[in-house]
Protein backbone atom coordinates (compact mmCIF):
# COMPACT_ATOMS: atom_id res chain seq x y z
CA UNK A 1 0.00 0.00 0.00
CA UNK A 2 1.41 3.25 -0.94
CA UNK A 3 0.55 6.68 1.08
CA UNK A 4 1.22 9.77 0.34
CA UNK A 5 2.68 12.55 2.88
CA UNK A 6 4.02 9.98 5.37
CA UNK A 7 6.96 10.27 6.00
CA UNK A 8 8.27 7.29 8.31
CA UNK A 9 11.93 6.92 9.80
CA UNK A 10 13.95 5.07 8.07
CA UNK A 11 16.35 3.94 11.17
CA UNK A 12 13.20 2.88 13.00
CA UNK A 13 14.00 6.05 15.87
CA UNK A 14 10.87 8.25 16.76
CA UNK A 15 8.05 5.24 16.32
CA UNK A 16 6.39 7.20 18.64
CA UNK A 17 5.69 10.97 17.85
CA UNK A 18 5.25 13.13 20.18
CA UNK A 19 1.95 15.28 19.26
CA UNK A 20 2.48 18.60 21.09
CA UNK A 21 1.14 22.44 20.15
CA UNK A 22 3.49 24.47 19.48
CA UNK A 23 3.74 27.24 21.56
CA UNK A 24 2.25 30.64 19.65
CA UNK A 25 3.75 34.08 19.05
CA UNK A 26 2.30 36.52 21.98
CA UNK A 27 1.58 33.47 24.71
CA UNK A 28 4.52 34.37 26.83
CA UNK A 29 6.77 31.42 25.49
CA UNK A 30 10.66 32.64 24.58
CA UNK A 31 12.28 31.09 21.86
CA UNK A 32 15.63 29.45 22.53
CA UNK A 33 18.31 27.36 21.19
CA UNK A 34 20.76 24.97 22.98
CA UNK A 35 24.68 26.09 22.87
CA UNK A 36 26.21 22.74 21.80
CA UNK A 37 23.58 21.35 18.77
CA UNK A 38 21.35 24.06 18.48
CA UNK A 39 18.33 22.56 19.90
CA UNK A 40 15.08 24.79 19.63
CA UNK A 41 13.17 24.57 22.68
CA UNK A 42 10.39 27.20 24.07
CA UNK A 43 10.50 28.40 27.57
CA UNK A 44 8.08 30.76 30.20
CA UNK A 45 9.17 32.97 33.17
CA UNK A 46 6.94 33.08 36.17
CA UNK A 47 7.95 34.50 39.91
CA UNK A 48 8.94 30.76 40.98
CA UNK A 49 10.35 28.85 38.46
CA UNK A 50 11.29 28.52 34.74
CA UNK A 51 9.26 25.87 32.32
CA UNK A 52 10.17 24.26 29.24
CA UNK A 53 7.00 23.83 26.70
CA UNK A 54 7.71 20.46 26.90
CA UNK A 55 6.87 20.18 30.64
CA UNK A 56 10.41 20.77 32.12
CA UNK A 57 10.99 22.92 35.29
CA UNK A 58 13.27 24.65 36.66
CA UNK A 59 12.58 25.95 40.32
CA UNK A 60 14.68 29.56 41.21
CA UNK A 61 16.00 27.59 44.32
CA UNK A 62 17.52 25.03 42.02
CA UNK A 63 19.02 27.65 39.88
CA UNK A 64 19.96 29.71 42.59
CA UNK A 65 21.82 26.34 44.26
CA UNK A 66 23.83 25.54 41.18
CA UNK A 67 25.10 28.78 40.29
CA UNK A 68 26.08 29.28 44.03
CA UNK A 69 27.59 26.01 43.29
CA UNK A 70 29.30 26.84 40.03
CA UNK A 71 30.30 29.94 41.50
CA UNK A 72 31.77 28.29 44.62
CA UNK A 73 33.71 26.13 42.94
CA UNK A 74 34.75 27.93 39.68
CA UNK A 75 34.89 31.59 41.20
CA UNK A 76 35.04 33.36 38.13
CA UNK A 77 36.71 31.26 35.94
CA UNK A 78 35.46 29.19 33.09
CA UNK A 79 33.63 25.60 33.54
CA UNK A 80 32.40 23.00 30.66
CA UNK A 81 28.92 22.30 30.28
CA UNK A 82 29.64 18.69 30.90
CA UNK A 83 26.61 16.83 31.75
CA UNK A 84 26.69 13.28 30.46
CA UNK A 85 24.44 11.61 33.26
CA UNK A 86 26.24 8.48 32.95
CA UNK A 87 30.01 9.92 33.89
CA UNK A 88 28.17 12.37 36.41
CA UNK A 89 26.36 9.24 38.18
CA UNK A 90 29.52 7.30 37.77
CA UNK A 91 31.56 10.11 39.40
CA UNK A 92 34.13 10.20 35.93
CA UNK A 93 32.71 13.57 34.96
CA UNK A 94 34.47 16.82 34.85
CA UNK A 95 32.77 19.73 37.28
CA UNK A 96 30.24 21.83 35.07
CA UNK A 97 27.16 22.89 34.59
CA UNK A 98 25.76 19.59 34.68
CA UNK A 99 27.30 18.20 37.94
CA UNK A 100 26.13 21.04 39.46
CA UNK A 101 22.70 20.93 38.48
CA UNK A 102 22.83 17.07 39.69
CA UNK A 103 24.10 18.22 42.87
CA UNK A 104 21.50 21.40 43.25
CA UNK A 105 18.67 19.01 42.86
CA UNK A 106 20.52 16.24 45.56
CA UNK A 107 21.24 14.24 42.73
CA UNK A 108 17.48 13.88 41.60
CA UNK A 109 17.53 15.64 38.53
CA UNK A 110 18.55 14.78 34.91
CA UNK A 111 22.27 16.55 34.23
CA UNK A 112 21.27 16.70 30.34
CA UNK A 113 18.75 18.84 31.59
CA UNK A 114 21.47 21.36 32.10
CA UNK A 115 21.85 21.66 28.78
CA UNK A 116 18.36 24.21 28.12
CA UNK A 117 18.66 25.42 31.77
CA UNK A 118 22.29 26.75 30.41
CA UNK A 119 21.13 27.98 27.33
CA UNK A 120 18.01 30.00 28.91
CA UNK A 121 20.57 31.05 31.43
CA UNK A 122 22.65 32.89 29.11
CA UNK A 123 19.89 34.00 27.25
CA UNK A 124 18.58 36.55 30.47
CA UNK A 125 22.16 37.26 31.48
CA UNK A 126 23.27 35.20 34.15
CA UNK A 127 25.48 32.89 32.27
CA UNK A 128 27.91 33.83 29.75
CA UNK A 129 28.95 31.21 26.19
CA UNK A 130 32.30 31.59 24.58
CA UNK A 131 31.55 29.70 21.48
CA UNK A 132 34.49 26.67 20.41
CA UNK A 133 36.04 26.74 23.76
CA UNK A 134 35.94 23.40 25.89
CA UNK A 135 35.25 25.39 28.92
CA UNK A 136 32.55 27.83 27.04
CA UNK A 137 30.67 29.05 29.93
CA UNK A 138 31.32 31.92 33.16
CA UNK A 139 28.99 33.23 35.62
CA UNK A 140 27.84 37.06 34.10
CA UNK A 141 30.08 38.70 36.91
CA UNK A 142 28.69 42.12 35.73
CA UNK A 143 25.13 40.76 36.94
CA UNK A 144 26.23 38.93 40.06
CA UNK A 145 28.68 40.46 42.22
CA UNK A 146 31.29 38.77 44.29
CA UNK A 147 29.66 39.77 47.70
CA UNK A 148 27.53 37.33 48.71
CA UNK A 149 24.92 34.69 47.04
CA UNK A 150 24.09 34.50 43.71
CA UNK A 151 20.33 35.07 43.20
CA UNK A 152 18.42 35.26 39.93
CA UNK A 153 15.09 36.45 41.01
CA UNK A 154 16.02 40.76 40.04
CA UNK A 155 16.76 38.77 36.57
CA UNK A 156 14.15 36.89 36.98
CA UNK A 157 11.65 39.76 37.51
CA UNK A 158 13.72 42.08 34.81
CA UNK A 159 12.23 39.34 32.36
CA UNK A 160 8.80 39.22 33.79
CA UNK A 161 8.65 43.19 33.68
CA UNK A 162 10.32 43.17 29.78
CA UNK A 163 7.22 40.45 28.54
CA UNK A 164 4.42 42.52 30.32
CA UNK A 165 5.59 45.75 28.34
CA UNK A 166 5.11 43.65 24.76
Aim: charged content about 25%; some cysteine.
Amino acid sequence: MFMIGYDLPRDGSNAQAKLTTPPMPGDAWTECYTAARGNKFHYQIDDGAIRLHEGRRYPIEVINKMLNILWEVSDSTTFPLANSATKIRAGESAFGIGKAYYEATDKKGKPPDASALAALLQDIGALRFTPGRRDAWSINTEVFPREGMIDVTALITREIELLEHL
